[in-house]
């Protein structure tokens, strides 16, 4: 349960991360994967399951549990890979849908009745195919900050594959320096450090939290599994520019677009209701996103860029604009909440809008 690097010394035991009011517990699958959650369950009905987002654990979540608490019950777990939960590799062919048959088996495992879900970043993507293929445990959709409904390395409205094979998506993207960071469990400020990261990326303007809850994000970073079968994953040769596509294995591959599609919310005949929640300043989830191989080759940051022509940056605002009033046309019932100053990160930026617009999904 506890699988760490040895190289990582300064990792703290889960009860030095809890917040008061805040439980820990763990719940063993079928599948024999220990999954650990965090929970508020003051109120026992209604019920709200939070899905955190990729290098991040639930540890991010409990200021918004306490918010919650006393409105419902609010869970929050570990993903295998991430915080206290168990390891296992990630099958990249199926865009996330390894995850989705998780939250489902943990959903069931706990004997819950359908309920809220709210996806943070990746936990949105986990939580589109959950709905696609475990629609039985979901009343209701949220997705703050998420990955774009066609994955990561689409061009247009409708999310079309780059090229064929995916390139310019995948693990060959992610931040090898900040990798690095990760296994020698760097807490401090150097500019690759997971807390530099955070600060610069994961929000627009760090001065949102504690120094005593920056160190628990920074816990809860430093418990990403890593590796070709996690975090990043491996990649592929690719004939197309910038080189490189999408693998088999691992967690960044499985968010490209090559494997990962949520077009198929928009063929189901009953739709949860969504709540959609974005920043404006947000710089992972942008029609200018630091995720998008053509936006770093815009800047220079990756050499030889063929230019829009070819290679057209990824308007990840637009598709999900554009998917959302799609999911309405047909049915579907969507609120909206965009915050113009806020960056990737809305329930620790603005906490109170945020916790405003799920207290009134939730009712």
Not at 211 to 233: C, F, I, K, N, W
Request: with cysteine; hydrophobic share 40%.
């Amino acid at each position: 349960l506890h699988a760490t690097s040895v190289k990582n010394m300064a990792l703290l035991d889960i009860q030095e991360l809890l917040v008061s009011g805040v439980d820990s517990r763990v719940q063993r699958l079928p599948s024999g994967l220990d999954l650990h959650y965090l929970v508020c369950d003051r109120v026992k009905t209604p019920t709200i399951i939070l899905i955190h987002g990729n290098v991040s654990s639930s540890v991010f979540w409990q200021r918004t549990m306490l918010e919650l608490s006393q409105h419902a019950r609010i869970v929050a777990p570990d993903l295998p890979n991430y915080g206290f939960s168990g390891r296992r590799p990630v099958i990249a062919s199926r865009g996330l849908s390894d995850y989705s048959d998780d939250l489902a088996a943990f959903h069931q495992a706990l004997g819950l009745q359908p309920c809220h879900w709210l996806g943070w970043s990746m936990g949105g993507g986990i939580l589109m195919k959950l709905v696609m293929e475990h629609q039985e445990v979901v009343i209701g959709l949220g997705l703050s900050a998420s990955l774009p409904p066609y994955g990561l390395g689409t061009v247009g409205p409708d999310g079309r594959l780059r090229h064929s094979d995916g390139a310019g998506s995948g693990a060959g993207i992610a931040n090898q320096a900040l990798v690095s960071a990760l296994a020698r469990g760097d807490t401090g400020h150097d500019p690759a450090s997971p807390r530099t990261v955070m600060r610069k990326v994961y929000v627009a303007d760090p001065v949102v939290w504690t120094s005593q809850d920056e160190d628990r994000y920074v816990q809860g970073m430093l418990r990403t599994a890593l590796g070709s079968d996690y975090y990043p994953g491996d990649s592929s040769a690719s004939d197309n520019w910038p080189g490189y596509a999408p693998g088999g294995r691992g967690i960044v591959n499985a968010m490209s677009g090559l494997y990962f599609n949520a077009r198929g919310l928009l063929d189901l005949k009953s739709k949860p209701p969504v709540l959609w929640i974005q920043g404006g300043k947000d710089q992972l989830i942008s029609d200018r996103s630091i995720l998008d191989a053509s936006y770093l080759g815009q800047l220079g940051v990756l050499p030889g860029w063929p230019g829009a022509g070819e290679c057209p940056l990824e308007p990840m605002i637009e598709q999900w604009k554009e998917f959302l009033n799609a999911y309405e046309g047909l049915g579907g019932t969507v609120s909206r909440l965009w915050l113009a100053n806020c960056g990737h990160s809305p329930h620790l930026e603005e906490p109170e809008a945020v916790h405003a617009a799920l207290r009134k999904w939730l009712s």
